[in-house]
Structure formats: C-alpha cells, structure tokens
Nanobody
Framework: QVRLTESGGGSVQAGGSLRLECKVA????????LGWLRQAPGKGRERVAA???????SAADALEDRVTVSHDTRENIFALNMNNLKPEDSAMYYC??????????????????WGQGTQVTVSA
C-alpha cells in the first residue's frame, strides 16, 4: 500500500531548472527502487532516473549530465533535480516504486506503484 504524490512541475524556459518531489507514504519495505519516469503525449514511458534503498543512483544515459535524484529518508521525499531543461524534456513526470526481493538494478525493475504525475513544460 505504497502511495506516491508528485509535485513541483510547471512551466519553465529552456535552460532553466526544476525540482520535482515525490512524497512516499505507506510501507515501502526494506529493499526498493524509487524511480522517475516521464511520458510525452503519444510516446512511451521513459525512465529518467532512480535510486535504491542502498542509495545507488542511476540516470538515463542521455540525461545523466542534467539530472540528479536524492531521497530524504526521514521525510520520505524522493526528489528529481533537473537543470538546463530543453523543450524535449516536456512530459508528464511520474514517481514510481518497486519492492525488490533482492538487489535488482533499478534501471530495469518493473515498477508497479505509480503516482498520478506532475506536468513539466519547457518552452524555447
């Protein structure tokens, strides 16, 4: 019964920055992946970045120079910082959760809990 609530989306000009936050509530268990994924209209869902319970972070190769993730475990807030935003970053951004049974890579896990998303629009 994990609940995820995203915030921080909005409109920004190209080159700007945004911080998205995901409030994580419920029983997250001891091993997990938290991920940010995005989806533009008519396109598939794209993995952006993730963090594991061990603090291991990962990001899509094309984005790793511009995005970072962090997890405040005290407040259980999972954050995505994005800078030098580009119009092609415009999408609905979703927070996702997956309970790992072992130490699966968070790049590949089949996330099965989702927030409702927060919209990011980047104008030229």
């Amino acid at each position: 019964q994990v609940r995820l609530t995203e915030s921080g989306g909005g409109s920004v000009q190209a080159g700007g920055s945004l911080r998205l936050e995901c409030k994580v509530a419920g029983n997250t268990r001891s091993r997990y992946c938290l991920g940010w994924l995005r989806q533009a209209p008519g396109k598939g869902r794209e993995r952006v970045a993730a963090i594991s319970d061990m603090g291991t972070t990962s990001a899509a190769d094309a984005l790793e120079d511009r995005v970072t993730v962090s997890h405040d475990t005290r407040e259980n807030i999972f954050a995505l910082n994005m800078n030098n935003l580009k119009p092609e970053d415009s999408a609905m951004y979703y927070c996702a959760f997956y309970a790992r049974s072992g130490f699966e890579s968070c790049r590949q896990v089949p996330y099965d809990h989702w927030g409702q998303g927060t919209q990011v629009t980047v104008s030229a």
